[in-house]
């Protein structure tokens, strides 16, 4: 069996493949691939079709990672994210806005990417999660985007972690 994983974003050009991305390569990297399939998309379908941001790219390609190239950004449907295991999303909102997508059941697989990111705040129960919000390195410049890959970077190993412990309890 696939444990299927998602990561989303707004658009799906920037934070979302740049954390498929960055997973996929942990994953490779500990022998999980074979059991773990990650993709990702956006809440938006404004950026529909188009490739990873430029800038992504460039920092991808910098730190050693593949650059995206042939991902096509899409909008999740309420199929995705019905059939997918663990549901990463970048920001507070885009958990709020899958979550009343989502079957009830299935809420509590949307969780903030940063959760995992040992060094990030601790959020409890009926706290404000946008603390946890990743930076949208959109608006910004080079510095934003690596900013905002070192914030994935550090999130990736609890991600592995969680994975770990949940494919081989």
Request: charged share 25%.
């Amino acid at each position: 069996m696939t444990y299927r994983v998602m990561t989303v974003c707004t658009g799906n050009i920037c934070r979302s493949p740049m954390a498929e991305i960055v997973l996929r390569q942990r994953l490779e990297a500990a022998g999980l691939a074979d059991e773990v399939v990650v993709d990702s998309s956006g809440v938006s379908d404004e950026e529909h079709g188009n490739p990873v941001d430029r800038r992504a790219r460039s920092v991808l390609a910098a730190r050693g990672y593949p650059t995206g190239d042939g991902h096509r950004a899409h909008r999740i449907t309420a199929t995705e994210l019905a059939s997918r295991d663990l549901v990463l999303v970048a920001t507070a909102q885009h958990a709020r806005t899958l979550r009343r997508m989502a079957e009830p059941a299935a809420a509590d697989r949307i969780v903030l990417l940063r959760r995992f990111d040992p060094a990030a705040p601790v959020v409890g129960p009926g706290e404000p999660e946008h603390v946890l919000d990743l930076d949208d390195p959109w608006y910004g410049g080079m510095q934003d985007f690596e900013d905002c890959l070192t914030q994935i970077e550090a999130a990736a190993d609890g991600v592995l972690t969680h994975l770990r412990t949940t494919l081989h309890p």
